[in-house]
């Protein structure tokens, strides 16, 4: 195996959440709408961030943009 081989399997941690993922599945009554709004590609990253941070979510820009591209350790 060459190690370019081995970088898909070095990108992501099987069985691992992000932090979106988790965001979401500890929002409580919002995690519908906030699972709607990640979905969502005419929400901007940094608008979305903006809004859950001011409602208290401790999460970044840069985490939401690699879920939202499937390059983060749950692959979404």
């Known amino acids: 195996m060459s190690l370019r081989d081995e970088i898909p399997g070095a990108v992501r941690r099987p069985g ?30 940094r608008a979305l961030i903006r809004v859950l941070q001011r409602h208290g979510y401790d999460i970044n820009d840069n985490s939401l943009t690699r879920h939202r591209r499937g390059d983060c350790v749950c692959g979404n």
């Open 16 to 45: 691992t959440t992000c932090r979106v993922a988790t965001l979401i599945a500890t929002a409580g009554k919002d995690s519908g709408e906030i699972a709607e709004l990640v979905a969502d590609p005419t929400i901007s990253a």
